[in-house]
Nanobody, 113 residues
């Protein structure tokens, strides 16, 4: 059974940093493209970043230069390093695998002073 478990969310001040983690099980992680998405209050879920099996990355324009997605195949984990956080980054962040199509339960990120 596929499980994606996010962690690392929390409350941070504007300009601060957080690192999200998504631990995957039940999939062959090394051959699975992974992504991060987010849903802000009152809005639809939107794309944040993806990383392919070859390490190729893609980012939403709104997070380019501030967020970095990375993967550790030995740990079956994908990360999202978020720097220079802004209030508009406040959302529930979800991990997604592109092979089986599963989603994690989400982790809340709140950027506020």
């Amino acid at each position: 059974q596929v499980q994606l478990v996010e962690s690392g969310g929390g409350l941070v001040q504007p300009g601060g940093s957080l690192r999200l983690s998504c631990a995957a099980s039940g999939i062959i992680f090394s051959i699975t493209g992974m992504g991060w998405y987010r849903r802000a209050p009152g809005k639809q879920r939107e794309f944040v970043a993806t990383i392919g099996v070859n390490g190729h990355t893609n980012y939403a324009e709104s997070v380019k230069g501030r967020f970095t997605i990375a993967r550790d195949n030995a740990k079956n984990t994908v990360y999202l390093q978020m720097n220079s956080l802004k209030p508009e980054d406040t959302a529930v962040y979800y991990c997604h695998d592109f092979k089986e199509g599963y989603w994690g339960q989400g982790t809340q990120v709140t950027v506020s002073s």
